[in-house]
């Protein structure tokens, strides 16, 4: 929850009483007073603040942040934001490439992604489904998970090793050598010579990896499947997983967990 004070209280009261959308969830009010502090309603606030009786230097509020909607979304969104060692994947419905199914896929930097995460948790919310979009929105430059996409994308390039070996933990692929490539390209003392790593370019890797997700989707769901579930839990730290109502109960990383990001 972030705490309003001043004239942001009192915009944020506005809003409330004139927005039918956050009718059903007003905000706290507090009144600053010689006795105590006052819970009131956004409408008595108003009032007070008109008649007078209330300095809106004195008023305060307590509201959501855009991450607390982000974590509390379970009926409208289905989307699993997973950290490699130095990006973050971003599965969900709107934004990135089709992986397969119809299920989207981007990557991004960790640091772009904590920046987000930050403003995310210092920025009040305003609606829910407006709030989701713009978190997912601001995840941006994007690295998109498309076959070839690296030969075009320095960042994706650099990063496609350690996206391929996620992917294949994600969707428990058993990939053969492409695991065991990632395997070896990740450990810093790896025994492939520097000749061997370079015919395994990332890049191509990934695509390889890329293939069998999509390949592996299809198979699960068939060409006349039904629409792609939600993601499942996939058992393992540095997830956060938010599913719909016909989904398990979700498992959620906290900021302070994932990031140290204080709320």
Known sequence: MIRLRGQEAYDQACHTVYSWALRSSPPLMFSGHDKGTLLLSPEEALQKVKNGDLSIEHLSCEVPSVWDVLLSAKGERSFLIHPCQNAVLVF??????DVGRGLLCFAVHEGIFENVVNWATHTPAIEK??????????LFPRMLLQKGAWRKDADLSNHAVEIAAELVRIFHLDS???????EELLTPSSSLLAGEAFLFH????????????????????????EEMEPLEEVGFPGVILLKDEAGKAARTMTQEERFGVQG
């Open 92 to 97: 969900n419905r709107e934004f990135g490439a």
């Open 129 to 138: 489904n407006f709030d989701l979009y713009n978190f997912f929105l601001n």
């Open 176 to 182: 053969g050598q492409e695991r065991s490539l990632c």
């Open 202 to 225: 990332g890049g191509t890797i990934l695509d390889r990896i890329l293939e069998k997700v999509r390949e592996t989707l299809e198979a699960r769901f068939g060409e006349n499947g």
